[in-house]
């Protein structure tokens, strides 16, 4: 008579798999899922693919984020990807690296939080795995389904506006936070543990005819940056304190911050990064109030971005 292990890699897998999103809660584009060797998709016209890793100590730390935190976190920012590029989340493939160690109750944990995460943007569970690791870690690839053109971040041009979805720096307030064992500002935290892939605002722009986005995970410097390369073109930035939330400016007055450099410099943030016509923002601010125009589009003028704060630096995860 054998025992079976309560807990192992096989019971984990499980775990995982009963996380999996009902079948009334979305179209189900995995005809076979999480459960056999392999995922069966239903025929996809444009499929987009993206993969995201999230390692502790360098995109998560324990002491900062619960279990379920760390879990629907790794969904949002790799699916982020695919509201950058105006597709619709069909399925999500997780292998988690587990350490010696590791309380099954954390990966768990994880696991929940990937449902839950999963069940909010109506994405499938395609299969997972788990591995003995080194380090607590989770490698993620993701399947879309691309709903018209795909925006490309060379397609910016001389004469646009450049525009962002929402308030930046919050995400980088609520790290810095998290550091200093600051509990006052309580969006900037949310901002840095709940982030929301901007499938919203994804829609809004591509019916709007958007032709270059991208989602802001290395904050605004280091995406402009790479948005100006990528078109050839010199990206004239303009942040002004206004722009700034209200939480981000009484976080950068109690420390004595200097607020426009936080704003271009904040990373994992995840609204979008655009280029429009003035006409076309004016639509797109009609349905999403709290779109900005942040700088403009010029012809190359041998510097790929003007107006830069000082302080200003790309955000990397390192």
């Known amino acids: 008579m054998t025992t079976e292990k309560k807990h192992g890699e096989f019971s984990l897998i499980e775990t995982l798999v009963a996380r999996r999103p009902k079948p009334e809660n979305l179209f189900r584009a995995c005809r076979v899922a999480a459960g056999d060797d392999a995922a069966l998709l239903a025929s996809l016209s444009r499929p987009v693919i993206t993969t995201d890793t999230q390692r502790e100590g360098v995109h998560f730390r324990r002491d900062w984020q ?174 002004t304190p206004e722009m700034a939330h209200g939480e981000l400016k009484g976080w950068c007055d109690a420390c004595g911050e200097d607020l426009r450099s936080f704003m271009a410099s904040g990373g994992e943030e995840y609204e979008l990064l655009f280029t429009c016509s003035a006409d076309t923002l004016a639509a797109i601010k009609a349905v999403i109030p709290t779109v900005m125009c942040v700088g403009r589009v010029s012809a190359h003028s041998g510097l790929y971005l003007l107006g830069l704060p000082r302080e200003a630096s790309s955000f990397e995860h390192r």
């Open 66 to 239: 619960t279990p379920f935190e760390i879990g629907a976190k790794a969904v949002a920012v790799t699916l982020s990807d695919l509201a950058a590029s105006f597709a619709k989340p069909v399925a999500l493939f997780v292998n988690l690296g587990i350490p010696a160690g590791l309380s099954d109750s954390v990966a768990e944990g994880i696991y929940d939080g990937l449902g839950a995460a999963l069940e909010i943007y109506g994405c499938d569970l395609g299969g997972g795995n788990t591995s003995r690791s080194s380090e607590l870690s989770l490698d993620l690839f993701a399947v879309g389904e691309g709903q018209g053109e795909m925006p490309l971040r060379s397609e910016a041009k001389a004469g646009e506006l450049l525009c962002v979805t929402g308030p930046l720096g919050m995400a980088r307030g609520g790290l810095r936070c998290l550091e200093t064992g600051e509990t006052r500002f309580p969006e900037l935290l949310a901002a840095f543990k709940n982030p929301r892939p901007r499938f919203d605002a994804a829609e809004v722009l591509q019916q709007a005819g958007v032709r270059c986005a991208m989602d802001i995970s290395d904050g605004l410097a280091g995406d402009a940056l790479h948005m100006a390369k990528a078109s050839g073109v010199t990206l004239e930035l303009a942040l």
